[in-house]
């Protein structure tokens, strides 16, 4: 592991969620207690009547033949938070895409949150914005943060660490900033502290004119 990867993953250790979320997940530890007392999940039409509520955007479609490029996003297939089509991120071509990667459980995703709001409300066409839910096991909660954070883009969902590995995630927030023809342009560690950060960056990294 080089210098400069270790100071990646400390930023992102020091700045980022990095605890497995305590949702009330945890198994019972007496038998005698009963287990209707845990909510059940929310069904597929629950969710979907949840995210047609809270207007966020269908998930954009991706090619499913063109190859996996070196530097850029991983093979990887996704689910559309809240039901949709699925997403293949290698897929993803045509537009310049801006990727947060965030859980309903993580204090810093919390906080930046406005700014990504914000950015995502300018009227400019220039740039793609997609959410992914990660290692979230509640997507009811995560579609009612989605909700009050008035994200009306695309949110994907990976419950299960898919783009960990390949992308090395130490946990959200993590940002990833995506040119147009499918490459890795730059990696934010960490929370946004203001949406100006969020637009130097789009425009240091993927040209974007505001």
């Keep these: 592991?080089?210098?400069?990867?270790?100071?990646?993953?400390?930023?992102?250790?020091?700045?980022?969620?990095?605890e497995t979320p305590d949702l009330g997940e945890r198994q019972e530890t007496n038998p005698s207690r009963p287990s209707q007392s845990r909510p059940a999940a929310p069904s597929a039409?629950?969710?979907?009547?949840?995210?047609?509520?809270?207007?966020?955007?269908?998930c954009p479609?991706?090619?499913?033949?063109?190859?996996?490029?070196?530097?850029g996003l991983p093979d990887v297939v996704l689910s559309c938070l809240g039901g949709g089509r699925d997403v293949r991120l290698a897929g993803l071509r045509g537009k310049p895409t801006l990727i947060n990667v965030w859980a309903q459980w993580c204090g810093p995703c919390r906080k930046e949150a406005p700014y990504l709001t914000e950015v995502a409300s300018q009227?400019?066409?220039?740039?793609?914005?997609?959410?992914?839910?990660?290692?979230d096991p509640q997507p009811g909660l995560a579609l009612e943060f989605a909700q009050r954070s008035r994200w009306r883009y695309p949110q994907l969902a990976d419950p299960d660490k898919a783009l960990g590995a390949p992308l090395q995630i130490a946990g959200p927030p993590q940002t990833l900033f995506v040119r147009a023809d499918g490459t890795l342009a730059y990696r934010h560690s960490g929370p946004f502290t203001s949406a100006t950060q969020i637009r130097r960056l789009a425009t240091e990294h993927l040209g974007i004119r505001w």
């Design 61 to 71: 479609t991706s090619d499913p033949q063109s190859p996996a490029l070196e530097g």
């Design 1 to 18: 592991m080089t210098r400069a990867w270790l100071l990646v993953v400390a930023a992102a250790l020091l700045t980022g969620c990095t």
């Design 123 to 135: 009227d400019q066409s220039q740039l793609q914005i997609l959410g992914v839910d990660y290692v």
């Design 45 to 58: 039409a629950e969710l979907a009547a949840q995210k047609k509520a809270a207007g966020i955007a269908d």
